[in-house]
């Protein structure tokens, strides 16, 4: 038997009230009843009062067995409530008797206001009314008095969208894509993808390239890596010349002469494209600092063009070429910007250190410590970490023109990876990634040529 909404389930003490008679106390007065009153519409009042508890008491029943109000033998009707939709969440009524998940179905005295209200699960939103409820709101009021159903429509909620981009760094080429799909970078390299979702990225190296790591919110060396998109993400991922496999070591791009007293060297550079940079270096002789003995070289940086023109920096380096690395003691500077001029000395404890003779493939890493001292200030030490890869022989074209089998490195210093290619024989930087190229270079007034 369904529970009469609004009914306590007590037996009552007449039929003037509303209580849920026992069908032990209610049977023998109904049937003492049918005996007295033949008409069809108390017989209807009758199977009401004997479905939902009529009064219990000891009075006579009302003369109009079919109203409301004052008498115990109300009609009762059911309210049906069904879900709909992709989403998910609950029915509730006030008078209660309806939770919707569990319970949807409930009987109801005629004429009574049911309340219902309805609650959308997690990641669903509530759309609506329907059949005999309408509306958007999500408590809606429906009278009683005949049989009735109402619908619920839960929807699920879009799913939010982030982007997620890759970038490609590094000298070496290569692809990188996704599982899910959506990136495939060349091409695309920005996709969005529903949140919390792992999406696996890929790299390929093209021929003559390796992959060398992620970075960003990815990371590792391997070329298959996960990440979680759960806000906007970006990885990286770097691309490097694969080492070119042969005889020699990077020796060979060293100048053998480069601590003799008063050599002179003068390098012209473009700087981004448009700027132009102009070093000379002069070696200034033998000298002795924190207790080493050392080489002084005496270096002046000019911006010929660009926005920096006339920009002017003195460095005093302290170096020594020992067999295995050229190592630097200390360093002094002085740069001069309008009529501001700074100054700033780094002493290097042990040294800073750029190896020597190393093998195609073959590595060095070399950790130390940096005292800077800026303008008389207080010194500032830093620990850092320097790390080399020799990667061989390949030719390289600059506007100084085309160098055949010149050094190529890759040197990762305070985490920032840079590409840089040095000429046989003099040592001249010729190439640093794509941001600076050689124009001209002269050492002790003779042209370095390809």
């Excluded at 009735?148 to 939010?160: I, S, Y």
């Excluded at 999406?199 to 970075?215: P, R």
């Excluded at 906007?232 to 691309?239: E, K, L, M, N, P």
Aim: proline residues 5%; contains cysteine; charged residues 10%.
């Amino acid at each position: 038997m369904r529970p009469c909404l609004g009914e306590e389930r007590a037996g009552g003490s007449g039929y003037g009230g509303k209580g849920m008679a026992t069908t032990t106390t209610a049977g023998p007065r109904v049937a003492l009843w049918l005996n007295a009153v033949q008409s069809a519409v108390a017989l209807t009042a009758v199977v009401a009062v004997a479905a939902c508890g009529g009064g219990g008491g000891g009075a006579d029943p009302p003369a109009d067995p079919g109203g409301g109000g004052g008498g115990g033998g109300a009609t009762t009707y059911a309210l049906t409530v069904s879900r709909a939709g992709t989403g998910g969440g609950t029915v509730t009524s006030a008078p209660s008797g309806i939770e919707c998940g569990a319970i949807c179905t409930a009987t109801v005295a005629g004429g009574t206001s049911v309340t219902l209200s309805a609650v959308a699960a997690a990641g669903s939103s509530f759309a609506g009314w329907s059949g005999a409820c309408s509306g958007v709101a999500t408590s809606v009021a429906v009278t009683v008095n005949a049989a009735a159903a109402c619908a619920a429509t839960f929807n699920l909620l879009p799913a939010a969208m982030h982007p997620l981009t890759v970038s490609r760094t590094g000298i070496g080429t290569g692809a990188v894509s996704s599982q899910p799909s959506g990136i495939d970078c060349g091409a695309a390299c920005t996709a969005s993808f529903a949140a919390n979702t792992s999406v696996t990225l890929t790299a390929v190296a093209t021929a003559g390239s390796n992959f060398a790591g992620w970075s960003g919110a990815c990371s590792g060396a391997g070329a298959r890596v996960s990440v979680t998109v759960t806000a906007a993400t970006a990885c990286g991922a770097t691309f490097d010349l694969a080492p070119i496999v042969g005889s020699g070591t990077s020796g060979e791009c060293e100048d053998p002469l480069a601590e003799t007293p008063g050599r002179r060297t003068v390098r012209r550079y473009t700087v981004a494209g448009s700027q132009q940079l102009e070093y000379v270096q002069t070696v200034v002789g033998p000298a002795t600092v924190g207790g080493e003995s050392a080489t002084e070289f005496l270096e002046r940086s000019t911006y010929l063009a660009g926005p920096a023109a006339g920009q002017v920096s003195d460095v005093t380096t302290f170096s020594r070429a020992d067999p295995d690395a050229f190592r630097t003691f200390a360093v002094r500077s002085s740069t001069q910007v309008g009529a501001l001029t700074t100054t700033m000395d780094y002493v290097l404890d042990p040294y800073q250190a750029f190896p020597r003779s190393l093998t195609p493939g073959q590595a060095f890493t070399h950790s130390y410590s940096r005292r800077a001292t800026i303008n008389g200030g207080t010194p500032v030490t830093t620990a850092l970490v320097d790390s080399y890869r020799f990667l061989g022989f390949s030719d390289v074209t600059v506007p100084a023109g085309s160098f055949t089998r010149a050094c190529r490195w890759s040197v990762t210093q305070q985490g920032v990876t840079t590409n840089m290619w040095l000429a046989r024989g003099s040592g001249i930087v010729l190439k640093v990634d794509s941001a600076m190229e050689l124009v001209s270079a002269q050492v002790d007034g003779i042209p370095v040529l390809p």
